[in-house]
């Protein structure tokens, strides 16, 4: 009976050091994807896949890489599959899968999914930036007086969040309300400490509203330059 006793012995020992190579993975995967190297983490993802099978963990990091690319409609399957995992909770996928809606045209779908987590979000950071994105979910199915209603609900949860008031200035221009909109377009400017790709595509829209095409080219051009950074 010895011998059985050393071959389950040897059977255990494999399926931990199996354990152990899995988590190792994973963590590659999460390392990545926290770097802003998601073609890489893409790339790990498929291979941890191939070799193993199914993961939850790893089909989650999957969809945020592939989103985080700009992959929107290939990511969509693997968010669909990773939602609801501690994975897929804690590294954003909620944000990714929301961006990846609304790119691909589902603005109210996007939002649905995004709203969902803000409830769930414990920092109050994120939920204001949850909210901002969020306005472009809802400005991108047409539901400006929502837009409002969130980018009020950002400003006032975080009145001294540049991004608070540059989302909302975004959603004040759709609705029309141009003075407003300089208003809290300046106090996003006063209030940032870097830079922020959405001030400089606002000042672009408000130099439009005045035809002044010179000032609006050179402010797309910034955010065009901060985008890539960003």
Do not use: C
Not at 94 to 114: E, K, N, P, Q, Y
Not at 126 to 148: C, K, P, T
Not at 185 to 196: G, P, V
């Amino acid at each position: 009976m010895a011998w059985l006793g050393l071959m389950l012995g040897i059977g255990h020992a494999g399926e931990r050091a199996d354990l152990v190579a899995g988590k190792v993975q994973v963590s590659s995967v999460v390392r990545l994807v926290e770097g802003g190297r998601y073609r890489q983490a893409v790339r790990q993802s498929r291979r941890i896949l191939e070799r193993s099978g199914s993961s939850p963990a790893v089909v989650s990091l999957m969809g945020i890489a592939l989103a985080r690319s700009g992959l929107h409609s290939d990511a969509l399957p693997w968010l669909e599959q990773g939602k609801g995992t501690r994975m897929y909770s804690e590294h954003g996928g909620a944000s990714a899968h929301a961006d990846a809606l609304r790119a691909v045209g589902f603005g109210d779908r996007a939002w649905r999914v995004r709203s969902g987590a803000i409830e769930a979000e414990w920092s109050a950071g994120r939920r204001v930036r949850a909210l901002a994105h969020g306005i472009d979910d809802l400005l991108s199915s047409g539901r400006v007086q929502a837009a409002l209603e969130a980018g009020e609900a950002a400003v006032l949860q975080a009145p001294n969040s540049a991004t608070a008031h540059a989302f909302y200035s975004t959603a004040l221009l759709a609705s029309g309300s141009i003075a407003e909109a300089e208003f809290h377009h300046w106090l996003s400017q006063r209030l940032s400490n870097r830079r922020i790709p959405r001030i400089a595509i606002n000042e672009a829209r408000l130099a439009a509203q005045y035809d002044d095409e010179v000032g609006a080219l050179r402010a797309w051009g910034r955010a065009s330059i901060q985008r890539r950074n960003d």
